[in-house]
């Protein structure tokens, strides 16, 4: 089944490897994480190797995505925040070349597995709890009590405001996952319908030119979509580190 | 309903005017707080990935207070309230997502924050 849509998510162990009934294979996906981290570091070493005064063309694509995360933890936490900006920065450049890598051809993209999302969403969950309650005590239960709410709605008030705050990993996570996964289906049942069509006839080849169109404008919809997940992720890790460095509000 | 446009017409009392003059100058104040917003939201992507936020906030809340109903219940052998309690308790979380996601209520560390509204 070369047209099975969901078959470029697929697992495969490259080496299987198994620690005491855990499995701990390296996968494809695991080739994709290494490569992701190997580009993103690589490529950010070398581009910031000169240190020029005038910075090169490369050094100024650092810069850029240097500033752009920069500016963003500012505007969200405040200069607080920036002691949080290797994790924001690692999240942001993790997340964006990975969603870029999976826009290759026959490369897999690690953020379509929600497992992926999952752990990094939990990881800026778990950052959020312990910054928040070594900085503040129990003073970090204060996000949960609204101020001028009256006492008789206030357990109501509570418990609607745990329960956001539970859901957040989960949207978190979900939303990078949906997206790219959403967006590699529909690419590939586009372009699926372009070869199946082809496969008919002069009649056929003219009614594929329209998927194909359409493949060609959601390629170009899919770039603007990894790039706009992974701004989206990077901020609200913000607002999350946010609020564990300001619970009462300061 | 022509009741109403005779009453409109023939409601001509001194003040009715200045009443309107204000409450347009009102509506324009609003208008003008609102219309970043609404600019903002003109690209067909940004709107995309607003809808695919706002979605997600929302289940996410439901989901969540289901979960939270359904262990409550299998801890206290009271099922099906905790499942009842919490669901409800869940969807007004996801709305508070959705209205804190759509900027409509403040973040919890904005809204202590800030003063209480003048007037």
Redesign the interface.
């Known amino acids: 089944m070369s047209n099975d849509p969901i078959h470029q998510f697929h697992i495969n162990k490259i080496v299987p490897l198994e620690v005491g009934g855990l499995d701990l294979s390296f996968t494809n996906s695991s080739l994709f994480m290494v490569a992701t981290v190997a580009a993103t570091t690589g490529f950010l070493m070398l581009a910031t190797s000169g240190r020029g005064m005038v910075p090169t063309k490369l050094q100024s694509i650092a810069e850029l995505a240097y500033e752009f995360v920069a500016g963003m933890l500012r505007d969200a936490a405040g200069s607080h925040g920036l002691k949080f900006f290797p994790l924001v920065f690692s999240l942001f450049m993790f997340i964006l070349v990975g969603n870029l890598f999976g826009m290759f051809p026959y490369f897999f993209t690690i953020t379509s597995h929600l497992i992926v999302t999952a752990a990094l969403a939990l990881l800026v969950f778990g950052t959020v709890l312990a910054v928040g309650f070594m900085r503040h005590g129990l003073g970090f239960l204060k996000l949960f009590v609204p101020s001028g709410v009256p006492g008789w709605l206030l357990p109501l008030v509570v418990a609607i405001e745990v329960i956001s705050f539970l859901s957040r990993p989960l949207s978190h996570s979900v939303r990078l996952f949906a997206n790219m996964l959403a967006g590699h289906i529909t690419l590939k049942v586009f372009t699926g319908f372009v070869v199946s069509l082809s496969s008919l006839g002069v009649l056929g080849i003219a009614g594929a030119v329209l998927p194909l169109a359409l493949a060609v404008g959601l390629t170009a919809l899919e770039f603007l979509v990894a790039f706009l997940q992974a701004y989206v992720f990077a901020m609200l890790t913000c607002m999350y580190i946010n609020d564990a460095l300001h619970p009462g509000g300061h | 309903m022509p009741d109403q446009t005779n009453e409109r017409e023939g409601a001509d009392k001194p003040g009715t005017d200045e009443r309107l003059g204000r409450l347009s100058e009102a509506l324009d104040q609003a208008r003008e707080k609102s219309a970043p917003t609404k600019s903002q939201r003109t690209s067909s992507?940004r709107g995309?990935?607003q809808a695919?936020?706002l979605s997600?906030?929302f289940?996410?809340?439901i989901?969540?207070?289901a979960a939270?109903g359904w262990a409550v219940d299998q801890l206290l052998g009271i099922s099906p309230w905790g499942l009842i309690v919490?669901l409800i308790?869940?969807f007004?979380?996801?709305v508070?997502?959705l209205l804190?996601a759509a900027k409509m209520v403040d973040?919890?560390?904005?809204?202590?924050?800030?003063k209480?509204p003048q007037g």
């Open positions: 992507v995309y990935g695919m936020r997600s906030e289940i996410a809340g989901l969540v207070g939270l919490f308790l869940g007004a979380a996801g508070l997502n804190r973040d919890p560390a904005v809204r202590l924050d800030k209480p």
